[in-house]
């Protein structure tokens, strides 16, 4: 699936060192050179500026032995406002962290050698992404690329001598036209650009140049990538065969592929020239192939399409000739992802959402799944969405990204003769040992509309007194096929740190509660889910410490057409911002770079042949009824939910006279935190738009 908010991700983010946090098990000290973090606050509590000074680890690859892990430590460029990176590594006893990169690079992706001796990674640097290699006794790194557009989705080949890619490769398009020669010194209009697909433009990555991504291998040692693969086709991460001679890859290979995007196969491709296989043939996406150790079976992730809102991804294993297939975990009901096989071959390793909280398993090819760690995730340091990542030693050792509603991400281990969880880093305990942040309790509660329990957090205030009474900000998570969770969020502890509740729920419709939850809201969204949200703010209403009228609603993307949607349909809030929405599904549906997919899956046939569906579930068609003080608050160049759909509601509010306003983030795509300085922005004009509409509980004194 492709949820609004979650369509597509950039590459690799920047780089620059930054200050080090002593990891938990860690004897030996901190590198000797640290250089400065952004000038914060002294207050007591989180300010806007501390945004700045947040770090967290991402794509955390354990060494082939298990002893070392190498991990992305990403933090922020106060002064170039962009967040950045460098590679860390540190033992799996907690000791020895140290940077591997320094200086002015964007480092990312990095992956061991199956020997352990090097570490391929891809650098963008003045002269774009490249693939690096850094030999790990010498310390010494190469750059084995000189490419125009950058390597992705790396693999080494199980000798070590080969690494597989994908990257973009442009495609030649007959010109259209031919205008004729303009004259000597004549300054003309820029030309034409011309575009014949449907998905013309995409978000983050703009207006897009005509080609797909392909498959290449390159020697280990340099030299020129050999691209294996061809065609009007996007190809997906390569995973070789235990022999080498084949990789393994998912792509979608119709002829009316950006049509009908989610039904991918699974191919073997020969290295020796390129020659495909067809594995699956399936109606549905075939995705994440991972071969055993023995070459004997494929593991892959999928499902058999119906062209629902929301499907589970199940785990499915079949034979080496595509034949045999079957289901892992099906009792499971939740989504399998990012298969990996034990050395053995008994199971995979594999990672799924439950109940708000992100687990790594493990998944025999017979017998119940194991959990092995919980709470992955805290890559979004923004909002508490799930996520994260997990790798896998010879000897079972598993590290991963490991996020509490107390600290973004850090790197974890267990597995492998550890048997409770081992934190390696603390990359926030600097920040934090002298704040106070708001205390994060779960809530559960039914919901009006048909009885549901719905799962959901409250952070309260710093210092916060249950004798009083305090403003509430309901804040709704975006996808909708999404997920929030028991993490840490910047923006909702900043609302709590300026004085408010803040209660962030996970209304029908979303992930990690199973298949026939998430699909409550297929052709009917917005609509129950609402009923969800109120059912949440009623809860915290009769504990008694929240203000009954002041009462604050605000959410992005999907988010944003909740909260569009909620004031159409009540007046009990005092402020509303709705972030980046969706406010009239006819007109999303013919400008949305998703536009395709989201007329496939999430309604029942295009606007011209059931307009009245399109009409229903659009916050435009309810406007008459709004009399809530609304900001709309959208990026300029976002192209998943286009800036039209803000001016559309933002006019319509205006015309009615009622009080609003339309905060555009210029240069911002539909990921606006992709410059820090966007994040606090955002909650900024927020708090100012709730404080212009009834005010907020002061927060104390520090």
Request: no cysteine; aromatic share 10%.
């Amino acid at each position: 699936m492709h949820p609004i908010g979650f369509f597509r991700s950039p590459l690799i983010a920047g780089l620059i060192v930054v200050a080090v946090a002593p990891s938990v098990d860690a004897q030996s000290s901190a590198p000797t050179s640290m250089p400065a973090r952004a000038a914060g606050s002294t207050s007591r509590t989180l300010q806007p500026m501390d945004v700045f000074d947040l770090e967290y680890a991402g794509d955390p690859r354990i060494s082939p032995d298990g002893k070392q892990v190498v991990f992305v430590r990403h933090f922020m460029d106060v002064m170039k406002d962009r967040e950045r990176t460098n590679l860390w590594i540190v033992n799996s006893d907690g000791s020895d962290l140290r940077p591997l990169t320094t200086g002015n690079r964007n480092d990312g992706s990095p992956r061991w050698s199956p020997d352990g001796n090097r570490i391929a990674y891809v650098s963008a640097q003045e002269e774009g992404a490249q693939l690096w290699v850094r030999w790990m006794d010498t310390r010494q790194e190469a750059k084995l690329t000189s490419v125009r557009h950058g390597p992705s989705s790396l693999a080494w080949s199980p000798d070590g001598r080969w690494l597989a890619f994908t990257m973009f490769v442009p495609e030649d398009e007959a010109p259209l036209a031919t205008m004729p020669a303009k004259p000597e010194g004549a300054e003309w209009a820029p030309p034409a650009r011309v575009f014949t697909h449907a998905v013309y433009r995409s978000d983050d990555d703009g207006y897009l140049e005509p080609g797909h991504s392909q498959l290449f291998v390159l020697p280990a040692e340099g030299g020129t990538p050999r691209q294996l693969t061809s065609g009007p086709y996007d190809h997906g991460s390569p995973a070789w065969a235990p022999d080498g001679r084949s990789i393994l890859i998912s792509a979608n290979r119709r002829a009316d592929a950006e049509l009908d995007q989610a039904d991918t196969e699974v191919y073997e491709v020969s290295v020796a020239d390129g020659a495909m296989h067809q594995l699956t043939h399936r109606k549905g996406p075939d995705n994440e192939p991972a071969i055993s150790p023995d070459g004997k079976l494929i593991a892959f992730t999928g499902f058999d399409d119906r062209y629902q809102g929301y499907q589970v991804t199940h785990l499915y294993v079949m034979n080496r000739d595509g034949s045999g297939v079957r289901t892992l975990a099906a009792p499971l009901d939740r989504d399998l992802t990012s298969p990996t096989w034990s050395v053995d071959g008994s199971g995979l390793f594999a990672q799924y959402d439950d109940h708000g909280s992100s687990k790594v398993a493990f998944v025999p090819l017979s017998g119940p799944t194991r959990v092995l760690g919980e709470h992955l995730g805290g890559t979004d340091v923004g909002r508490p969405y799930l996520g994260g990542s997990f790798t896998v030693s010879r000897d079972g050792r598993v590290a991963y990204t490991e996020g509490e509603a107390d600290h973004p991400s850090d790197v974890a281990i267990v597995g492998g003769g550890i048997t409770a969880t081992r934190r390696l880093t603390r990359l926030n305990d600097d920040l934090f040992a002298n704040k106070e942040l708001g205390k994060v309790e779960e809530v559960r509660y039914k919901s009006s509309a048909d009885g549901r329990e719905i799962q959901g957090w409250i952070i309260k205030p710093p210092s916060f007194d249950g004798s009083r009474k305090y403003p509430l900000v309901l804040e709704i998570h975006g996808g909708p096929y999404a997920a929030y969770g028991d993490l840490f969020a910047m923006e909702h502890q900043l609302y709590a740190a300026a004085g408010n509740v803040v209660l962030y729920v996970n209304p029908r419709g979303s992930t990690s509660y199973g298949e026939e939850f998430g699909n409550l809201i297929h052709l009917a969204y917005p609509g129950h889910d609402f009923d969800d949200l109120m059912s949440g703010v009623d809860a915290l209403i009769a504990k008694g410490y929240v203000d009954p009228q002041r009462l604050y609603v605000t959410g992005g993307s999907g988010g944003g057409v909740l909260t569009a949607w909620t004031v159409g349909h009540t007046d009990r809030f005092r402020a509303a911002v709705s972030q980046k929405p969706v406010i009239n599904w006819e007109s999303w549906s013919r400008t949305a770079d998703m536009a395709p997919y989201g007329v496939k899956y999430w309604f029942d046939a295009p606007p011209w042949e059931h307009p009245d569906l399109y009409r229903k579930l659009s916050p435009l068609t309810y406007v008459g009824n709004v009399k809530t003080p609304t900001m709309l608050l959208t990026g300029e160049v976002d192209y998943r939910t286009p800036i039209s759909e803000s001016e559309q509601f933002y006019e319509a509010l205006r015309l009615r006279g009622v009080p609003s306003a339309l905060v555009r983030i210029p240069e911002a795509s539909h990921n606006q935190t992709a410059r820090p300085s966007n994040m606090v922005k955002r909650v900024v004009y927020i708090l100012a738009w709730f404080d212009r509409y009834g005010g907020r509980q002061k927060p104390a004194s520090n």
